[in-house]
């Protein structure tokens, strides 16, 4: 259930800041549960980690293209 680059740059910033608190919140969940030895997948964990990569990876583009028009 990765995300895919495609389907978040056609999110709006707001949207993508949701979501990235969305993962972020996941990923907290996680390493309790890693912690706690209730952990299910731990393949989730790395889905995870790179999905918020990607939502900042793109938010720092949309920024970026933001500023550049502005100049």
Do not use: Y
Request: avoid cysteine; glycine fraction near 2%; charged fraction near 30%.
């Amino acid at each position: 259930m990765a995300l895919h680059a495609k389907e978040l740059r056609d999110k709006t910033p707001d949207q993508l800041r949701d979501q990235l608190v969305q993962l972020k919140k996941e990923a907290f969940n996680l390493r309790f549960q890693q912690a706690t030895g209730q952990m299910e997948s731990t393949a989730r964990m790395r889905t995870v980690k790179r999905d918020v990569a990607r939502v900042k990876t793109i938010l720092n583009e949309k920024a970026a293209a933001a500023a550049q028009s502005e100049a």
